[in-house]
């Protein structure tokens, strides 16, 4: 499975972005898509996942009431919209599939992963 994820760029703190990540392969609806972060200096850590099939998702506290997840089955695209964009949400934000079906936001648990994106939010 190859993932690629696009979308990133600069914008002001306040502001809003929408990433994709588009499969080029053939995938499950049951697989769990996550969208992952990692600031300069630190862990990646989870942000939000979907589970395609019922479209269940799991958040992180430290972006819950400003990030949402979908997904658009027909095109094995999930998107990652971003409100209300803070100087903390800065880093490379990366997509990936897990293919055990299980809905989760632990990186090891994620078998294939997009190249990343840039994130910089800055006045």
């Known amino acids: 499975v190859q993932l690629q994820a696009s979308g990133g760029g600069l914008v002001q703190p306040g502001g809003s972005l929408r990433l994709s990540c588009a499969a080029s392969t053939f995938t499950s609806d049951y697989y769990a898509r996550g969208w992952f972060r990692q600031a300069p200096g630190k862990e990646r850590e989870g942000v939000l996942a979907?589970?395609?099939?019922?479209?269940?998702?799991f958040v992180a506290d430290s972006v819950k009431g400003r990030f949402t997840i979908s997904s658009d089955n027909a095109k094995k695209t999930v998107y990652l919209q971003m409100n209300n964009l803070k100087p903390e949400d800065t880093g490379v934000y990366y997509c990936a599939l897990d293919d055990s079906g299980w809905l989760n936001l632990d990186d090891f648990e994620y078998d294939y992963w997009g190249q990343g994106t840039l994130v910089t939010v800055s006045s």
């Open positions: 979907i589970s395609p099939s019922d479209g269940s998702t």
